[in-house]
């Protein structure tokens, strides 16, 4: 199920040196500095900002040779809580358990009032229950969606998982932090999905991240993705308000012209990204984002969010 929201490290080489025949790849801190200054007319071609999400740790040991190779920046997106593992990995412990789970081919649980059975006899059915466990999981709080996790593990009879190994350390994003082509940002503490929180919790996420990572780096952390892209008006108006110079979604759009003109400070945390997957052959996972933007936007540009498939399941 996570498999196609990764790309070999291989494609990813073929797909930069696609992205560098016909689009600049800029840093987020130029993109916002333009932006700031209604400067659409700082580039010479259109132009295309990487994104990582979350901080494993390929981004490091795979990712960043080759960023180093092409010359190209890139920023990552960090939840300190999987490196002090107060937070959970929970979409892979949840294919873990429904691709585990034996028990008569069927999984059995209640939750909340509710008695769910369901069918486990084909591949079909285990994507179907996970997309369906996926969603439910997506309406909960951090602790109950631990509770929900611990449950699913005891009545699968699957094998535990935790790949916390998996994450960049505490010492890794200091390191990468001082590095010429990498930017931190920030991805709340528990990767917590923020419409589902109270304004306080939400509040208290996003500082707590936040306050982590500035005193890991010694830097100051402007920018910050929305874990699962989960965002509304709310949540654009808290990141303005804490002080963010930007924030990503998962809107698959590009950023035009007019949007530079406008100098829509509001759109600053409400920005647009296109993801490349892996399960959609090179060239096309990175021609069809971008395909046919031209003919209706004078100067796009793009975020791209990127994962890497060497060491992430």
């Not at 419409?195 to 890991?216: M, N, Y």
Request: with cysteine; proline share 4%.
């Amino acid at each position: 199920m996570t498999k196609g929201l990764t790309v070999a490290p291989e494609a990813f080489k073929s797909q930069l040196a696609f992205l560098l025949k016909f689009y600049d790849v800029i840093d987020i801190d130029s993109f916002y500095s333009h932006i700031k200054d209604s400067n659409a007319d700082f580039l010479g071609k259109s132009a295309v900002l990487l994104t990582f999400d979350d901080g494993y740790s390929d981004f490091k040991t795979t990712v960043l040779p080759v960023l180093e190779e092409f010359n190209v920046p890139a920023i990552v997106y960090v939840s300190p809580g999987f490196w002090d593992k107060r937070a959970r990995l929970w979409w892979y412990e949840l294919e873990d358990i429904v691709w585990q789970a034996a028990r008569d081919n069927t999984l059995y649980f209640t939750w909340q009032g509710s008695d769910y059975n369901i069918r486990l006899v084909t591949d079909k059915d285990r994507v179907s229950c996970y997309y369906m466990l996926h969603g439910m999981m997506m309406a909960m709080g951090h602790s109950m969606q631990a509770e929900f996790l611990d449950m699913l593990w005891d009545v699968s009879e699957a094998s535990s998982h935790a790949p916390y190994a998996q994450m960049l350390s505490q010492d890794d994003i200091k390191w990468l932090s001082s590095h010429r082509l990498i930017t931190i940002g920030a991805h709340t503490y528990s990767h917590s999905v923020l419409p589902v929180l109270s304004r306080q919790d939400a509040i208290d996420e996003v500082i707590k991240g936040k306050k982590i990572l500035e005193d890991v780096t010694d830097r100051p952390i402007d920018h910050f993705a929305y874990p699962y892209g989960a965002a509304s008006r709310r949540e654009y108006d808290l990141i303005r308000e804490l002080g963010f110079k930007t924030a990503v979604t998962m809107n698959p759009r590009t950023i035009s012209q007019s949007h530079i003109r406008r100098n829509d400070k509001k759109f600053m945390f409400s920005l647009p990204r296109l993801s490349v997957r892996g399960d959609v052959p090179y060239p096309a996972s990175i021609k069809v984002p971008l395909s046919g933007i031209e003919e209706y936007l004078l100067f796009p540009i793009t975020f791209l969010k990127i994962s890497i498939s060497s060491n992430n399941r």
